[in-house]
Nanobody, 115 residues
Framework: QVQLVESGGGLVQPGGSLTLSCVAS????????MGWYRQAPGKQREVVAD???????NVADSVKGRFTISRDNAKNTVYLQMNNLKPEDTAVYYC?????????WGQGTQVTVSS
């Protein structure tokens, strides 16, 4: 059974930082690209950052310079380091594992940026 479990969300003040983690099980983690997505109330889910099997990564323009994605294949984990958080970063954050044939989603973790 495939499971992706996100953690690390919470309430943070503007300008603060959080690190999200996503631990995968039931898949051969190293052969899957990984992505972080977010969905704010009333908005469509959007990609935040993604990282390939060899570590090449991209981040959305809206978070460039503030968010960093990384992965640790030994721990079956992908991370999203979020710095200088803004109220507009408030959303449920999801991780995704995907290959040419399959895609799996986690259940999401809430990030709220508010003073």
């Amino acid at each position: 059974q495939v499971q992706l479990v996100e953690s690390g969300g919470g309430l943070v003040q503007p300008g603060g930082s959080l690190t999200l983690s996503c631990v995968a099980s039931g898949i051969r983690f190293s052969i899957y690209a990984m992505g972080w997505y977010r969905q704010a109330p009333g908005k469509q889910r959007e990609v935040v950052a993604d990282i390939t099997t060899i570590g090449t990564n991209n981040v959305a323009d809206s978070v460039k310079g503030r968010f960093t994605i990384s992965r640790d294949n030994a721990k079956n984990t992908v991370y999203l380091q979020m710095n200088n958080l803004k109220p507009e970063d408030t959303a449920v954050y999801y991780c995704k594992a995907y290959s040419a044939l399959y895609a799996y989603w986690g259940q999401g973790t809430q990030v709220t940026v508010s003073s």
